[in-house]
Each structure stands twice: as C-alpha cells, then as structure tokens.
C-alpha cells in the first residue's frame, strides 16, 4: 500500500513540475511561463500577472523586480493574505503554499518608495492567480441514500439522483464527476438490475430491472456507488462510495386480469367489474378500443379506476373483449395503457332452434322393425359443449296413427330414429307426420319431421357405358370444369332415395382431385375437377366410378358390375409462373437499421426446374433492394416509421428465360418506432393582450410523431441573445410548459421566440422550434388585429366619427347659445353648456 502511495505522489509531482523545470530551474517553481518561451524571472517595475498552482510547498521565490533610485525599496499591499511578500532586493515571495479553494486570486498593488519611505513609483497592479490542484476528494452530500422504485417501472427513468460535491475547479478536470455502479446486493441475475448515469447520479433500472424487479422476491436492493473525480478518467482520481438502499415496490398499474361476466345481466347497469389504479394520485382514467377505427364499447371507467360494464352483454353476439386503459393527466397519457380481458360467460338464455322448417326422411316400405331411418338434429346458439347447448328429444306426436301411435322411436340423446314394427303400406299411410320436442333444460322447441314410405330399391343403377375412355387435359384447367358428363339409370320409383344416384371414384383417386355432382331430375353425372391438377406429380389417372342409391337395397339385389364404369384422364404439361412457398411475408424491423440490413429471404421455384431472378414491384421509396439471383432482400435506404409504415412491396419471380412467366409474392415491412423525430409545435402562436398585466402565461402545444413520446417529460430552453432571455420565460408546471413576459413594457409586435425542446428519449431528440408571441391589442380577450382597409368601420373609428359629430352639434349648440347669450345679456342667465367638454368626451371612449 505503502509502495502504491509513494508512486503517485512520484507521478503527481512530475506532473506538476515536469514542465516548469524547464521553464524556472532556478527558482524551482510552478510559474506559469508558457505565454512567452523566454525565460522571465526578473523585470522592471510593471503590471504583472503570475500564474502559480496551488499547494507547493512554502518558502518560494516568485519574481525579482528591478527598480533604480529613487525608488530604493518596494511596498506589497491588498490580498497578501499573510503568504506573499516582498523580500530584499525585490524578490516577490510566498512563505506559505497557496489554496484555490480559499482564494482564486490574489489581488496585490507594488509601488516604489523612495529613501523617506514616500511612493515615487505605482502603484503596480500584481495580480497572482491561483491554478488548481486535485487536492479534494470528492463526498457524497450523504452518508447513504434511500429510494423507492415501482416495479415496472420504464427503464431509463430516474426515480431517484445522487450528488457528490468536489471543492476543485469544476471547469477541470479535477472537479469532474463521475458516478458509477459497481455492484448491488443481492444480484441475483446476470445482468445489473440498476444503472446510474454518470453524469447526472440518476438511478434508473436497466431492462433487466424492468422485467425481474418483484417485490414479491425481493423488496429491498442495497446499489454500491461510487464517485470519481477526474471525470473518471484517470488512475489518481479521488473516489467516495456510497450506499443506496431501494425499496422495490408494488406496480399498481397493472391490468385487472381477465374479467368474467354472465351475459344477459339483469341487475342495473352500470355494474363494476374490474379496478385499475395509477400509481400515484390525480390521473384520471379513459378506455379506448383496440381496433382502429375505434369502436363503442359497452365499458366505462370512472376517475377512480372502477371499470364499469353498461348494458347486458350477449354471449351469443361477441364473446370476449379486449380493450385499453388509459392513465391521464391534463389529455396526457402517463404511461403505456393497460389491457382488460373480459370474457362473457354463457347462461342458458337461448331456446333450441329447428334446421329447417320440416325434416324429411325416407323409408322403404319393406324397412323392418328396429331398422334405422335417420338423425334429426336441432341447434342452440348457447355455448357449444356446455349444457347449455345440450338438447334432448322426443316424439310428442305422429299422423296418421296407422297401423299404431308410436310407430317411431327418437333416441333422446342422439336424435337417432328407428322403426319399431315391420308394419309399413304405401297404400294405407304414404307418410308419417311427427312433432319432435327439443329441450335444453329451460327451452322447449317443437319441430315438424315427414317420414315419406317409398316403394322398395329393388332395382341398382346401370351404366350406359362400362368405359368412358380417355380425357386429355392441361395441368392449368380451373378448379371447378366439368370434363365429362355420364349416365347411369334406375328403375325404381322417381325422386326418391330408391332411384336416386350418387356417383363416386371407388378407385384410383386418393387426393380427391375429381368430384361428381348428381343432376337430382335426370341423375346425371358431371365429372368435375375439384383440386389444382400438376403434371409434375401425377399425370395420369385411372379413375373407377360407381353409381349407387341413398337407399338401402332390398334384400337379394346387389350392386354388380353394370353399376361400374372407368375412365382415364391424362393431365398434359403446361409452362407454368414460378411458385412462391410463401405467398406473403410480413417482418417487422427497427425504423433506423443502418442500409444494407438483411430483411428476409424470398423463395421461389419454377415447376419446370427454370432458373428464376428476383425483383421488387412498388418498391415506390426505394427503401429496399433484392439479390436476382438469391432472392435475399436488404434495405437500400435509410427507412422513417412517420413517412410510411407498413412499406409493402411485392417479390416478382420470373423464369430467366421467359420473362412472361413470373409471379408474385406481397412482403410487408412493419417499421418498428425509434425515437427519431423531434417535438414540434402544435400551434405554432400564441398573444399576450396588451398592455402586459405581469403574471400572465400561455401554454406551448407540442407534439411528437413518435409513438413513445410522453410529453411530461419533455424539457425546454429558451434560446436567443440577452434581449430575449430578459424579456421572457419558459417554464414548465408538470405536464405542459409556458411561455411567460418577464418585461411588463414590451411593445405590441409580434416577436420569434427560440426554444429548444428535448423530449428525453431514447435517444433523446431536440430540435429548435420558433413560437410567434403576439403582443397585441386585445378586444374581449381576444387578439385585435386591424383589418386595413376595412369596409366596415372600427370601434376606434366609430367612436372617432361620434366624436366629431358631437363636436359639429356642440359648435352649433355653442353658436346658438352666444346668441342667446349676447340676447339677453342683461338677464345673467348663468348656464353651463360646454358640449366638448374633457369629461364628456371621456365617458364616451
Ligand atoms: C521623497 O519624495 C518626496 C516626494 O516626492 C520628497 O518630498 C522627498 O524629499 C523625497 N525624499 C528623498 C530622501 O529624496
Ligand atoms: C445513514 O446515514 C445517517 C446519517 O447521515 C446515519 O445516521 C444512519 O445511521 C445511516 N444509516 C445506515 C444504515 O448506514
Ligand atoms: C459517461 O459515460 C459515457 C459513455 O459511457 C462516456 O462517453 C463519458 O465520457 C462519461 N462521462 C463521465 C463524466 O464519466
Ligand atoms: C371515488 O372514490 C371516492 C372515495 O372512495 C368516493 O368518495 C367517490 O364517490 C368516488 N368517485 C366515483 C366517481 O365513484
Ligand atoms: C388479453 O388477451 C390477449 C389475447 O388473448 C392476450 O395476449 C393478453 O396477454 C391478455 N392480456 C391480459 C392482461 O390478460
Ligand atoms: C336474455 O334472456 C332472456 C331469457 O332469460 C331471453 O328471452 C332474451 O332473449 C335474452 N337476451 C339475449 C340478448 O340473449
Ligand atoms: C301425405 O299423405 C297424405 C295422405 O296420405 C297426402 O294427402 C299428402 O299429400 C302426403 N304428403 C306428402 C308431402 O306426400
Ligand atoms: C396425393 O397427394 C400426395 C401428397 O400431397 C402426393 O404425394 C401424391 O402424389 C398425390 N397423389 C395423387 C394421385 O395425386
Ligand atoms: C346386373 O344386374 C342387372 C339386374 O339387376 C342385370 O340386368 C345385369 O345384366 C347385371 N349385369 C351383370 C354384368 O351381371
Ligand atoms: C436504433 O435505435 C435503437 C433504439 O433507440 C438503438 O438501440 C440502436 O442502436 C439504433 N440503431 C442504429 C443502427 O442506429
Ligand atoms: C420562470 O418562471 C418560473 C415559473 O413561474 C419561475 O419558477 C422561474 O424562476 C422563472 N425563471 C426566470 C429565469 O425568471
């Protein structure tokens, strides 16, 4: 430690000598003598400014004047302070060291006296000035420091500051601070939870302070900071610690958690759901929608953060909602707004509903006991798989009752009806009409059902053709083209399941690619293609079709081969566009990524294995380039989220050697906000009426196209030569600044006032805005501005023009009564008839 100590003070005293050595050998002294290199150490009687660094040691000769008699010896006077003298022969000399921290300089008057003692030479104005030495270890204004910090809380944002005095110069080095953290307790992750700012001593939490402070783990954080002097910069920097203790509290601000709610409520409205809470008092609360453009909702929020629903909600209209609340202040939002999550939960308050107005089914009139007919199904628009929407059923009624009531059976779960009795005749009862009940628990909904008994299916259909041969087709034929029409025949009892036919591929068809569509009046068949058709991976297909009826068969009939036919289609190549694997992308980047970033990288192929090249389409600001060959996309320009934000451009592949065939992608580039722009005026003048009363303000509307910019935080100066500085002030009260006159006689003109706005973001963006201050005559507290010329006649001027006409009438007045006057002199009429009288006059304007 010991060895540490004497290699500084080593290093330190070359410092403060090295160059002097030099410069004053002799006297062994710090004189600051760079000004002229000519070695000075003596010189005739005159002004003279030394320059000397604090803290040498005592004992040292500073300069010899040299006089001539008269003048025989020198006389010191003013800030000797007990240190400088004047010592034989006219050597200038301090018996102490000198401390900048007591005195900056030293001002001293020399004069020459002669052999009685009387002043014949000066007085000389000596002036020694002191230098700085870092000879003070910088101290924090505390012993320790606590704060409070909000979980949440935005990082960068000081929520407390710590300060450190150093005695030194502050325009050196030596009264430079710098704070640092060096470590806090406990640190449980990898990265610091907490920054200070070196300059400033604000605390803030660091991203990771941001997502991992909890209270809930750990409430209390002791920083361990430290302070340089030295502007940090250097190994012989004096250095102070400090300890900061920060209580981690709860963020209140935060959202409610999903919110549930039965719909079709029947309590009064509003009722309150859900509470947010700002984290200190005096917000106000507003809710906004998700969606632009905004939508009603039926939510309100009061200003003590109670979230309120207002109208019965419908389960069956809209489900959840998801919606915004906002914290204010004077139209200001504090901070980024939380998300509500309600959910609206089902009751049962809707009845079930009948498919169709009647539900028709077939039955054979051969169909024997217990066989199967069909499913009837009801809905409910109350919550699916709930019971809510569970229905039950059952057959409340049927006609006609032949052969006996309760021919058919309805399962009560399943809707499944079965027959009970082979007991069936077309000629006795050709249908059967039932009413089904559908319950769900609290409704009741009765449906209507037909039960048609048609003649037995006895007869299968047959093909007119066992082979439909071949069909050539191109790949690019649309989805949806009928290639082929066939036919097949029944005989059983038109327009019902026994005669009517449903044709499939049984074979030779895995992918589904053909359909065929039954014409119901003449059970045609329209083979149709139903998938995009590729060469490249199937170009043949041996297609097995078969006919079949809806019903059953009777029994000893089958369906043999007359009911079968084939066809063969064969798919021809065709030069197809490239293909795209992705038909759009969407990235999303940071508006100010330097250009040449790599965006994404587009792929396509061409079926026909040609080689493709790459290009953008609409690429209207240039801001993007494309590699033709690799199809790698970069940015080619500085991007700005405020002028265009999402960019879309489309990816064109096109076959290198047929430039007809291409096709495109849709890329869309989300610009991502950086705060880039700096606050501009909203409204660019303001007045003061004139005369100026004192006291009066005008608030400076600002904005910022960035997203995050909260103005609160906004910090102005006001810019401009002296005359500006003395006649106004910008001030900020909390949320809004003002702009206020310091001079109360400014004349009425209008005047450009500089300010400078930073809005302390990251990083932060300052820009120069011009605010025209109007100082104007006002009428009815507005700004009067004289219309020259003007059609219609001013007050000033109406009041000018009453004015003379009441001077005209007051002239005549006045003739008429000197007459009458002069009339009857003799009477002594004392009457007082002044018209224009000041005071007269004065009432009027
Ligand atoms: C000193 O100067 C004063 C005034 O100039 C004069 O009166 C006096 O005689 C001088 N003394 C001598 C010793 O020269
Ligand atoms: C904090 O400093 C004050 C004096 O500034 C002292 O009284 C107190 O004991 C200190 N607390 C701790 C925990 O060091
Ligand atoms: C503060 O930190 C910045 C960046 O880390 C550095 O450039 C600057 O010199 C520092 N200033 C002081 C006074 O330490
Ligand atoms: C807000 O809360 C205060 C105190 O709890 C209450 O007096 C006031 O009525 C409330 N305001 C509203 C709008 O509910
Ligand atoms: C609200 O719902 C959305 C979408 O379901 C979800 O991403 C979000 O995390 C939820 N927010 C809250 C606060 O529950
Ligand atoms: C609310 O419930 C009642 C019965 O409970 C029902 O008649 C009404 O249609 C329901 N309203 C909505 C909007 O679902
Ligand atoms: C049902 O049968 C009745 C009498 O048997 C008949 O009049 C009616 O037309 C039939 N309805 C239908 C839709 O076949
Ligand atoms: C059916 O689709 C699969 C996968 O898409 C494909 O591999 C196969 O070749 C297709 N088969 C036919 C006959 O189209
Ligand atoms: C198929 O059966 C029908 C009668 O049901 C008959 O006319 C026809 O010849 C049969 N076809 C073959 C190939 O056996
Ligand atoms: C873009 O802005 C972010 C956030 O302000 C910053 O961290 C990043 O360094 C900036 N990038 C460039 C290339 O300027
Ligand atoms: C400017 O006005 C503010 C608020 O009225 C006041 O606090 C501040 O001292 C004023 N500044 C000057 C330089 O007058």
Known sequence: MTFIGHKREGLKMFKLYGAHILCLLLLLQQVDCQANDKVQIDGPLENKDFFVKEGSQGGMMLYRFIFQPPVVSLRLTGDTDGIIEIVSDGVLYLNKALDWETKKVHKLQLEGLNASGQKVQGPYFINIYVEDINDNPPTFE??????????????????????????????????????????????????????????????????????????????????????????????????????????????????????????NSTEPHPISIAQVQWNYPGAYYEISSKETPSVKLPFMVDNNGTIYVTEPLDREKKESYSFYVYAKEEGISLSYPVTVNVTVEDINDNPPVCNKALTKFEVQENEVAGNYIGTFQASDADKEGTINSRLHYDIVYQNPKIPVDKLFRIDFGTGNINILQSALNRQEASNYSLKVEVTDQVFKTVCDVLINVIDI?????????????????????????????????????????????????????????????????????????????????????????????????????????????????AVTDVDEVPVFLQKTYTVEMLENVTFGTFVMKARAYDPEGAQIKYSLKNNNRNWLRIDPLSGSIYTAALMDRETESPYVVQIVATEQTRASKSSMAQLTLNLKDVNDNPPQLEKDSVFFCHPLQGNQKAKIDVHDPDIYSYIPKFSYVLLGDNTVQNNWNVSKDGLHAYISPKNINLEEKDYDIPIKINDNGRPPMEGVVYLKVKVCRCVEGRCFIPTDPSPFPTVATAIGILVAVLIVIGVILGIVFLRLKRKSQSQQISTKANPASPAELQSLT
Not at 167 to 184: K, V
Not at 507 to 522: A, H, Q
Request: hydrophobic share 30%.
């Open 457 to 569: 299916n006895d007869q299968i259909p047959i093909f007119e053709k066992s082979d439909y041969g071949d069909v050539t087709l191109p790949e690019d034929r649309r989805v949806g083209t009928v290639i082929l029409e066939i036919q097949a025949t029944d005989g059983d009892e038109p327009f019902t399941g026994s005669s009517q036919i449903i044709y499939t591929v049984t074979n030779g068809d895995p992918n589904n690619t053909f359909s065929i569509r039954t014409d119901p009046k003449t059970n045609r068949g329209y083979v149709t293609i139903n998938k995009v058709l590729d060469f490249e991976t199937t170009p043949m297909y041996y297609l097995d079709i078969g006919a079949t009826n809806p019903e059953p068969l009777v029994l000893g009939t089958q369906y043999n081969s007359s009911s079968f036919t084939k066809l063969r289609v």
């Open 142 to 263: 505390k012993n320790n420091y606590t704060g409070t910090v909000r979980q949440n809380s935005r990082p960068g944002k000081p929520f407390m500051y710590i300060k450190a005095i150093d005695l030194d110069d502050p325009n050196t080095l030596n009264g430079q601070l710098s704070y640092r953290l060096r470590n806090h307790f406990p640190n449980p992750f990898q990265e610091m939870l907490f920054q200070v700012d070196n300059v400033t001593g604000a605390i803030s939490t660091t991203k990771a302070g941001h997502q991992y402070l909890d209270p809930a783990q750990e409430r209390e954080y002791v920083l361990d900071v430290e302070v340089y002097d030295m502007a940090g910069q250097s190994i012989n920097a004096f250095s102070a610690s400090t300890d900061v203790r920060v209580t981690v509290l709860e963020n209140l601000w935060k959202s409610p958690g999903l919110v549930k709610i039965k719909e």
